[in-house]
């Protein structure tokens, strides 16, 4: 029987239960310099001087400015349109950009020196007028670049409105949906070291998602061969898309070069609140014309992002969002435009979801609106225009090319679960009674794009001398457990028990290539590569077993059973692996046993549907979440228990955004929320025990039939939880509530609608 | 500097500390002990949750030398050889973690909560674990670790 498929415990768990992860900061690095970053507390300001004097004063302690970096621009990502002239220093120099933008570094022995020090690092400051939020910088009153005479860093889409697009629609409505900003927050806040070795080699230790290209980035960064650099990514706690390498891990290696001695930094919560990445921050504006049964006919989505100070994979995300606008709906007309903005704040970048939690929270909340609008139930209107189950594969009026899905079928398991009809007699109940506590319902369906770009993953499959196998994958785990999932793909092949695989990542200098975890990819080509590598060695085992046995290649079977290859109907001859890895071992045919295989995928398109019920005191503005289901299809499941792990903990972060967190800066460009007592990252008292119902269409773009699960739970429950809310309060004469909706915003909308 | 005497995990140690040293800086530079993970800076996550006289504390926010006289015991001191507490195999059990930066303080967190409830409701368990963060699980599967050990007899 196939391991695939079983909920099979992770192998990797021991040393994180007995408090032996190997995160970076955990390091010993002997004799290391701690280095602490001085921030900018302004959003926008000329720098005049800055005088470390009282800061070297103390012992041991030295200050670097940008004046004495001599790197170049950490450029914006190669994305077609971006203006290189947008690129961010490694150090600011003459301007800062955003409150946290790096002005020095002090290099010190140890922790508490450096924060001593630099509190004394006196920094002149001459603010200019900050711009926060896209309409502050589409005025372009102030530009950040002045150079460049604009601040939009980049456009998308259509370039101008078709005027004629809801011609002949019957119901035309329209809204804007804001997906605020978030901050990632894994719980291990970002940490990096780096030695030189005798040979003027570098190996640096970060804690990313993506050690490979990050090699490529210091490599471009610094002015050195990638072959100078060795990155190796150890245990990292949690990385949700913002961990990749940034301006901070390029000066601790230029720093360690720069002194000869290993350097490390780790940073603090408040410090990674402003610096590292935040997520989506996007403004939607959707308008939806049907006819009077609800048949959409056409679509438009105008999309306003705010990419932070300076342009990044959040100037590129809103291109993923107008590839994805159509959801799982069959409208025959879309019309999606984008418009990125700069402003006085942290970058924008990945965040869980990255650019397809806004295309389906502005779908979304346009077929709520039009549903609304024609008096129809939400999940009725959804039926009249899903894309039906036989129309696979099939491209949206966005140019998305969908590969499987069972739209309506998620639905049904969805509502079936939730008892949906009982729901809306409950609420009709409360309705009635007119009491404070009233029952809201909401529905998302969505489907989300999964190695969105085509990429390619590295695997590497090898048996050892003592009949176990290594798996080198390039693909990086950060808490997904591919420890044990790949190991499982890899057993499956090979017909060896789990604990005699050894899966290897996260260290260029042991596997020979990869691009890391992001964008829920890892298994569909990571696992691909893994699996078609491990058959690469099978047949060449069976080759081997041939010239062994004396027999015909074609009539080697693998016994998975057992591990063993044997002439067909002649298991009496079989050779284990432990005996055949032996044999080649002593023949100096061991690395026969070996194959590479590097898997270029096409994007997978998860699938699902969530039900989401509240309860909202409308004499209070609370709001509380009594039940989320949630049906998420990502294909064939490889570890049923990992992938309800990743949806427990995307519908969390999804529940999240639409409940309780909000990044947020007052008009000067402060943070309002930049630490964990103002940032409102929910715990285990603010959310309920999760209602997970499998559904499982496999994908046929890849060999295992996976796609991707990382992000889908997140995608989905948001506009359930936001629809629901605005459904408990429509009564009041309420349609629309922002996000995160709870408290404040409930109550204004309640007061606005009472007016 | 300030000289203290404490137990950890079961072994005395007297050093000289800095009055301004947290506990949690004390365990992991000085005693090595790097299994307490720091996960913030306003005590709000509750990653470098330990027990200082079997009740749980948030070592970021007590100094080294409260602790003087204590018995503190942290993640390292849970499991008896290859044997894991009852709590660590729940977690393990019931996947309820994943980047396990968080998985020390809430396992700590966790023993705390059943030696003084030893059968808490969900709504127990939640209430009880508000002081802890985790960004990867949805907080569902600790929930269930907490019930599983709590049947376990944790």
Known sequence: MSILGNRVLRTEDGRFLRGAGQYVENLPLDGALTATFVRSPFAHARIGEIDVSAAEALPNVQVLTGADVDLGLFGPPPFPGLDAAMGRPVMATDTVRFVGEIVAVVLSEGRAAGADAAELVAVDYDPLPAIVGPAESAKEEVLLFPGSGTNVAARGGAPELDPTLFDGCDVVVSGTVT???????????????????????????????????????????????????????????????????????????????????????????????????????????????????????????????????????????????????????????????????????????????????????????????????????????????????????????????????????????????????????????????????????????????????????????????????????????????HETTFAMVAAEQLGLPLERITVVKGDTDAVAAGTGTYGSKSLQIGGSAARLASAEVVDRAKKLTADYLEAAESDIVLDPALGAFHPAGSPAQALTWEELASRAAADGQLAELRAVHEFKGAPTFPFGAHVAVVEVDVETAQVELLRLVAVDDAGTLINPLVAEGQVHGGVATGVSQALYETFVYDEDGTPLTGTFLGYAFPSAADLPSWEVVEMVTPTPRNPLGAKGIGESGTIGSTPAVQGAVIDALAPYGVRHVEMPVNGENVFRALQEAKA | MTRISLTVNGESHEAEVEPRQLLVYFLREELGLKGTNVGCDTSSCGACTVLVDGESVKSCNQLAVQADGCEVTTIEGLAQGDELHPVQQAFHEQHALQCGYCTPGFVMASVSLLAENPDPSEAEIRGALEGNLCRCTGYHNIVEAVRAAARAGA
């Open chain 1, 179 to 481: 997906s605020q900003r978030m901050a990632a927050c894994p719980l291990e806040p970002r940490s990096a070291a780096a030695e030189v070795g005798p040979d003027g080699r570098i190996t640096a230790w970060l804690s990313t998602q993506t050690p490979h290209q990050d090699r490529l980035v210091l490599a471009g960064t610094l002015g050195l061969d990638p072959a100078q650099i060795r990155v190796i990514g150890p245990d990292v706690g949690g990385g949700f898309g913002a961990k990749m390498v940034s301006v901070e891990e390029i000066l601790v290696v230029w720093l360690a070069r720069r002194t000869g001695r290993p350097v490390r930094w780790t940073e603090t919560r408040s410090e990674s609140m402003v610096g590292l990445n935040h997520g989506r921050a996007q403004e939607l504006t959707f308008t939806i014309g049907s006819d009077r049964d609800g048949k959409v006919a056409a679509f438009r989505l105008e999309i306003r992002a705010d990419v932070g100070a300076y342009p990044g994979l959040g100037a590129f995300l809103p291109n993923l969002t107008g590839l994805m606008s159509s959801g799982v709906y069959a409208f025959p007309a879309i019309e999606a435009s984008s418009v990125a903005y700069l402003t006085n704040t942290t970058p924008i970048a990945a965040f869980r979801g990255a650019g397809r939690p806004e295309a389906t929270q502005a779908v979304e909340r346009a077929m709520d609106t039009l549903a609304a609008e024609l008096e129809l139930d939400p999940a009725e209107l959804r039926r009249r225009n899903f894309i039906p189950k036989d129309a696979f594969p099939y491209t949206t009026a966005s140019h998305a090319p969908y590969d499987s899905g069972d739209y309506e079928g998620a639905l049904d398991l969805a509502l079936r679960a939730a008892g949906y009809d009982d729901l809306r007699a409950e609420q009709a109940r409360r309705r009635e009674q007119g009491g404070p506590k009233q029952l809201g319902i909401g529905i998302s369906t969505y489907v989300e794009i999964t190695n969105g770009v085509d990429e390619t993953e590295f695997g590497e499959v090898e048996i050892t001398a003592d009949g176990g196998a290594v798996l080198r994958t390039g693909s990086f785990s950060h808490g997904q457990g």
